[in-house]
């Protein structure tokens, strides 16, 4: 009998120990932060001459490729001109690498690479490559500069998880955070 207590108290400890080492982020959980927190909107230029662009829905997939997050972004873009006004609508694809900082409980993006841009209406494509680099550049400087995801320290539960992270991985479909031993 004792030897039985023992064996179930060892492997609660193993199982219990093994929970209490990492916590994971879904892929739905970073998109439902992002459509939340996240407001990206650009107005340049005057009633005649202008560009608009707008950020309309964000997508995240985790673990594609060891260690990368891919952030799609539709994107809406309106280009204001008194003799060919355009208004498409752009999807990118970024790629980047994931990181945490453990004094603001976030995580960041760096190394972001523009990985694919589709327009609609496929033939307007064109005639916004002029502005796309524009756009890209504002998406990335944006991106690289807001955090994707940060832990809720008002939460109980996420706070101590935010004091105890100390890297993350990226897994397929999910963002673990790796805690101090």
């Known amino acids: ?21 990492q916590y994971s982020i879904s892929e739905h959980e970073m998109e439902q932060y992002l459509s939340k927190e996240i407001h990206f909107e ?3 230029g005057n009633q005649l001459v202008g560009a608009e662009v707008r950020i309309n829905d964000i997508s995240v997939r985790l673990g594609a490729k060891p260690d ?3 952030v799609s972004a539709a994107t809406q873009v309106s280009i204001k001109n008194p003799i ?18 453990s004094a603001t409980h976030s995580v960041y993006l760096r190394q972001l690479e523009l990985v694919k841009v589709e327009s609609t209406p496929k033939d307007i494509e064109k005639a916004i490559s002029s502005a796309t ?42 963002l673990v955070l790796k805690f101090t031993k």
């Open 68 to 70: 990368t997050m891919s």
């Open 1 to 21: 009998m004792k030897k039985l207590s023992r064996t179930i108290c060892l492997g609660l400890t193993v199982l219990l120990g093994g929970c209490v080492s």
């Open 133 to 174: 680099p524009q756009v890209m550049g504002y998406l990335r400087q944006f991106l690289e500069n807001q955090p994707v995801y940060v832990l809720d320290t008002k939460d109980s539960n996420q706070a101590l998880m935010a004091k105890m992270t100390e890297s993350i991985q990226v897994a397929p479909g999910k």
């Open 84 to 101: 060919f006004p355009l208004s498409a609508k752009l999807t990118t694809t970024f790629e980047a690498k994931p990181w945490y900082d």
């Open 42 to 44: 650009i107005k340049q």
